[in-house]
């Protein structure tokens, strides 16, 4: 055939290719335009009735004559019709390639502003730009043409802009805006494009603005949760099913794919939880050698029990387990994330483990007899470290139910106390370390056998966590109920002491306003007072700034400097 026959064949096929129901093509084989060889009219209903016009597609056709097809095709356009067609907000290009034999085979590519913009990058000087062109199918005709009215409304107002064109292989997109119509097969439809456009919306004017050219290698479908059994248990897995263009893989929470009776799981990435579960999960399943999706048995291929494996892998269950069984001693429940922990995180975890769980002696550096807080990734550990014959430390939770106690010394009788060691943690301590348990140490001091010599250390610590309450009252708020609780347990062993009650007014204030009873019991126990400490506390809860700075001015340097240790002065500003 010669050149005119060709393009007259290629014109002919493509309208009995194209037409149907919702597509009505206008092609001219003499008089057509510059760079158009017609327009393809696209309806939303099968009537073609003019208000079910959607719109109207400018197109080019070219063919070309060939002894064997592909599954692609390129072809070179001229600079001058590219510009053209991102003029007029975008074209179809049509390339029909035709044997002897009369059958012919259509390709096709979108080219819309974006498309365009981005052949043209940094090749502005060139006469044509070669285009890749995909195989159009006959059930997929709707869907391109439905597809290209749509995002080119969306694009011709942001025609000159450009944007980039990103492959994501190594990056995951959220969301996106896509071209479905009803009955498609939405994944298949996807995959099966070069290209799909992205666009973001604007907040206020809620207009839809171009962003990306994305090639989308896999898309991941969340299925949900399933019910996976093995001979011996059953496993809750979220599943979901990973597609792509030559296979399709089936994840099992974040670290299992299935793939055609083979399983994956890489069993030292995730949380804690997620390793324990996974290797329990593998160990079931190579001892069980199947397992039943939904009453549905599924033989694995490789039916090979290796027992060097599966100690390897009960082993290191086992050190997990000691893991968790190590933050539950710290009273820590929380899921761990171990991959963000660091090579010196693991030793640290190592020494814990054989310090706390197995009460051996281990090594440790630049630490003193009594506590300490140890660093452990995000976590800080209270402990007890007893140093012995220089360099074994034994080491224990400070929070292990154990009656630990210490003696001190009164600062003003020089008398000797005993008093239990979580009595005297500051609000430093309280803020700092993780491993705090409030229920441990409200029922040790509901055990202690109060007496005058500990009341005052007890009342001491109670400010302390109203200090570190008001360092983060969101945070710490369970702090505040404690120092609550002892202050009530205080008032109940010596119900007129003046500074149990100034606590107690306190904390109320901290909740909330002072009620007109309690505000008269303040302004009654201004009259039986003349400490100058007291008074300045007794007006700060009364709200009287004056007189509170009238006292406060009172005091000595020493007493200034004294009060303002105490969590009352925070309550000044």
């Not at 209903?45 to 390129?74: C, H, M, T, Y």
């Not at 005993?418 to 229920?439: P, R, T, Y």
Request: hydrophobic share 35%; charged share 30%; net charge positive.
């Amino acid at each position: 055939m010669n050149s005119s026959d060709i393009e007259e064949s290629a014109i002919d096929n493509l309208k009995l290719f194209l037409r149907n129901d919702f597509l009505k093509p206008n092609f001219k084989t003499e008089d057509k335009n510059i760079s158009w060889d017609g327009e393809i009219e696209v309806f939303d209903k099968p009537n073609k009735r003019k208000s079910d016009l959607l719109g109207k597609i400018p197109v080019q056709i070219k063919g070309k004559e060939v002894k064997s097809f592909n599954d692609s095709a390129n072809y070179s356009i001229n600079m001058f019709d590219l510009n053209n067609y991102l003029n007029d907000g975008g074209a179809i290009f049509f390339l029909v390639l035709l044997k002897k034999s009369k059958v012919y085979r259509v390709f096709y590519k979108s080219l819309l502003p974006m498309d365009i913009n981005n052949l043209k990058k940094n090749k502005e000087n060139q006469k044509t730009i070669n285009i890749k062109l995909n195989k159009l199918d006959r059930n997929k005709v709707n869907d391109v043409c439905w597809e290209f009215l749509d995002n080119k409304n969306k694009q011709y107002s942001f025609k000159y802009k450009n944007i980039d064109n990103i492959n994501f292989d190594n990056q995951v997109i959220k969301s996106g805006i896509f071209i479905i119509k009803k009955d498609e097969n939405i994944f298949d439809n996807i995959l099966s494009r070069d290209n799909i456009y992205l666009y973001s919306e604007d907040p206020k004017t809620k207009i839809l603005i171009p962003k990306f050219l994305a090639l989308v290698k896999a898309l991941e479908i969340q299925v949900g949760k399933k019910e996976f059994k093995t001979k011996k248990n059953k496993y809750i897995f979220e599943v979901s099913e990973v597609k792509k263009k030559e296979k399709i893989t089936f994840k099992l929470g974040k670290h299992i794919t299935l793939e055609e009776e083979k399983m994956k799981i890489t069993t030292n990435k995730g949380s804690l939880k997620e390793r324990i579960k996974n290797i329990e999960f593998l160990i079931d399943l190579w001892e069980s050698e199947y397992i039943s999706i939904e009453n549905e048995k599924m033989y694995l291929r490789d039916k090979t029990k290796n027992n060097k494996k599966i100690e390897k892998l009960k082993k290191m269950l086992n050190y997990y387990k000691d893991i968790e069984k190590l933050f539950y001693e710290f009273n820590i429940h929380e899921d761990i994330d171990l991959d963000n922990f660091t090579t010196n995180d693991e030793k640290v975890l190592q020494a814990l483990i054989q310090g706390i769980l197995y009460k051996k002696s281990i090594k440790a550096e630049n630490y003193k007899t009594g506590m300490n807080i140890i660093k452990l990734n995000k976590y800080n550990l209270l402990v007890i470290m007893n140093i012995r014959d220089g360099n074994k430390v034994f080491i224990e939770n400070s929070f292990n139910k154990k009656n630990k106690k210490i003696i001190l010394q009164d600062r003003l009788s020089k008398k000797e106390i005993e008093i239990n060691l979580l009595f005297i943690l500051s609000h430093d301590v309280l803020i700092k370390a993780h491993n705090i348990d409030l229920e441990l140490i409200k029922n040790e001091i509901k055990s202690t056998k109060l007496n005058q010599d500990n009341i005052n250390w007890i009342n001491l610590f109670a400010l302390e966590l109203i200090k570190a309450y008001d360092l983060n009252n969101k945070k710490f708020s369970n702090y505040l109920n404690l120092a609550e609780s002892i202050i009530n347990i205080l008032l109940d062993y010596e119900r007129k002491n003046i500074i149990f009650l100034i606590n107690k007014y306190q904390i109320i204030y901290r909740k909330g306003k002072l009620s007109n009873e309690e505000k008269y019991n303040l302004n009654k126990m201004k009259k039986n007072t003349d400490d100058n400490q007291i008074l300045c506390a007794i007006n700060i809860l009364l709200d009287n700034k004056y007189e509170a700075e009238l006292y406060y001015n009172k005091m000595n340097d020493y007493e200034k400097n004294e009060f303002s240790k105490y969590p009352i002065y925070n309550l000044i500003h």
